[in-house]
């Protein structure tokens, strides 16, 4: 009993002292002065529109999209028909949202079956398809950046129940004054499909071609995003973007000694 209370007594002893010593540490600053981060207000629900998104289909219509009337509008979604969908507008970095649904009436297999796309910049295909107890090369499976990597892991919904991507885009930068494409820095793509990462940070190796290897071919900074028409009623609804820049924070100039 007495070497316990000892034990307990030495106990609170040593960690006073520790208490002690952490009060006399000295609180590492940078020095770096950051502007304040921006207030945002999530959505209310996984998927949701946060505050500062742009709204680019709300399931009411697709006059954000060139081509768009091309589309058939109903409850709420639009189904892929006749002619690929580019934005009007035009985006640099950005985080994008984009719900889907592949057929529920299974036909085709393959690329065949339940194919569409999403492609950022106009050209890095990150592919939709239904991938459901469908098999074809690893590649060109839903979530792979298309014959670039296949997707880390498989979590696609049975055809015709909806899906999300949550995709989180980095534009290569070019050499302006370059004659021939000198990339600067290449293209970099994260994302996650139905909550789960399937690409982290891949490094885009430039177009993803259905024929020939992929290359860079140069382009401004800020492009449409294009989704593609591969004659499969696939759906989308609620698709969103935030074009994102990472806060540049300033380090005084140190003072020179006089
Ligand atoms: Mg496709």
Redesign the pocket.
Known sequence: MTNTRTLLLVCVAVLGALGAAGALQKEYKSGIVWPEPVLVTPGKAYGDPPSDATVLFDGKDLSKWNNGDKWEIKDGYAVVKGSDILTKDSFGDYQLHVEFATPEEVKGNG?GRG???VFLANRY?V???DSHDNKTYFD?QCGSL?KQTPPMVNVCRKPGEWQTYDIIFTAPRFDESAKEVKVLTPGYVTVIHNGVVVQNHFELQGNTNYDKPAAYVKHPLKQPIRL?N?NNPVKFRNIWIREIKALEGKKPEEKKPE
């Open positions: 690329q194919n569409s796309g295909e592919q939709v398809l060109g298309y593609q591969h």
